[in-house]
């Protein structure tokens, strides 16, 4: 058999497969089952194992093989502590330059409120007695701050309710030390499932 007759056959063979003309010879199989394993019967109610997490809804059935938890939200913690930290360490900054400048003291009593979170620019508004731009610059990082503190206290409270695989909750870390003897070594292997 020549190799273009060999490919010829291999791609007749594939757009077979592609257009279906197999597909009852597949629907006559039964499944693969391991022993002493009990399925579930197969019926209406059942869901499919291979569900899409964020397409479930709370109140929706939780499918088989998947267990339902309650988790914070992540993303607002993170987004929050990202936008309250990168505030208060431009203030801060801002308050160690500007005692140092204005008087070659670290935190005068004029700049120090900065350093302190959330509530600093407000309260630095009054010791630098800020005019126009100045006070539109403060009361804007004060405002970051307090929302980046709203955003970690909405998403630690506001909690929500997700499915996931059983599987992933029920394994447990494992470590396990071996001894190694060989010719040329020997010692402790260290080894561990997460």
Not at 59 to 68: E, L, R, T
Not at 142 to 170: D, F, H, N, S, Y
């Amino acid at each position: 058999m020549s190799v273009r007759t060999r490919m010829s056959a291999s791609l007749l063979t594939f757009a077979a497969l592609l257009l279906g003309a197999s597909q009852p010879a597949l629907a006559q199989t039964t499944p693969l089952r391991a022993p002493g394993v009990t399925y579930p019967a197969a019926g209406p109610q059942q869901r499919p194992l291979f569900v899409n997490p964020r397409a479930w809804r709370n109140g929706d059935p939780v499918p088989p093989g998947w267990v339902k938890e309650t988790q914070v939200r992540r993303g607002l913690i993170i987004g929050g502590a990202a936008m309250l930290g990168g505030a208060w360490v431009g203030s801060s900054i801002a308050a160690g330059l500007g005692s140092t400048i204005s008087s070659n003291k670290v935190f005068t009593s004029d700049w120090s409120p900065l350093a302190i979170p959330v509530v600093g620019p407000f309260v630095a508004m009054t010791t630098l007695d800020s005019e126009g731009v100045g006070t539109a610059l403060l009361a804007m990082d004060g405002l970051v701050q307090v929302g980046g503190l709203v955003m970690i206290i909405v998403g630690a409270t506001a909690k929500k309710t997700t499915i996931r695989p059983l599987a992933t909750t029920e394994l447990k870390p494992t470590w396990e030390v071996t001894p190694v003897l060989s010719s040329r070594m020997s010692g402790m292997s260290l080894s561990g499932r997460f």
